[in-house]
């Protein structure tokens, strides 16, 4: 069933200068999007068109400037500490290089399992069996839950973050580069994991890449951004651009290929 989970109305986001003299950076200008049940939307851009930032601004990782994020209609900047616990936990984000988003000091099972311990207190037994049933549902057994991340693949620590977001239930997964960090081979592997956990779990994925390869054979519904706006956006819009922007960054796909 669709229906809206998060949407963002008229943001934009200034950052102040860093050095006297500059000027500050509008990376946001005036962005609305949808992010309805059950879609695999893909946020596309070039490098500082503003991808990355919408992305946290619809996590509440930072506030707009102007503009407002509603999750079920409600305003997250409005939320009580109760409510924004609550949509933290049903909005997670995997980002492109996970070994930098887990912490080195801490074997798979605290990661996995910290999830589990903050937001739902299981005791410690439910809680092990069901970080060993986590691994597995993201194709790793239950034997890694001692080692570290320095000790697994790229491959691996991707599934690991997978398995550690999965851990709330969440209703949304914002995926940020999450293959391009990657070799070709693995990638096409952790994309056919995403689309096996979407079905299995009734997820909404949110799918921020450069790459427009990856983002034509994965997602539903495709937004193009440049200099902090959108430009394009619907289901077709990688088979019949409109936008010159658009055809540009489609015949950069074999450069962008061979540079992996």
Known sequence: MRGEFL??????????PRRWGERPLKALAGVSVTVE???VLGIVGESGSGKSTLARI???LEPPTNGRVLFRGRDISRMSAMERKAFRRRVQIVFQDPESSLNPRHRVGTLVGDGLRIHQRLPSEVRERRVGELLESVGLSRGVVKRYPHQLSGGQRQRIALARALSVSPDVLLLDEPTSALDVSVQARILRLLDRLR???DLTYVFISHDL????????RIIVMREGRIV???ET??????ESYTRR????IPRLAADR
Do not use: Y
């Open 7 to 16: 949407r963002a109305e008229n943001v934009t986001k200034i950052h102040p």
């Open 37 to 39: 049940k059950g879609e």
């Open 58 to 60: 619809l996590l509440g």
């Open 199 to 201: 079905r299995a779990n």
């Open 213 to 220: 390869g990856v983002v034509r054979a994965f997602c539903t």
């Open 232 to 234: 394009e956006e619907g």
């Open 237 to 242: 819009v990688l088979e019949s651009p409109r």
């Open 249 to 252: 960054l489609l015949d950069s």
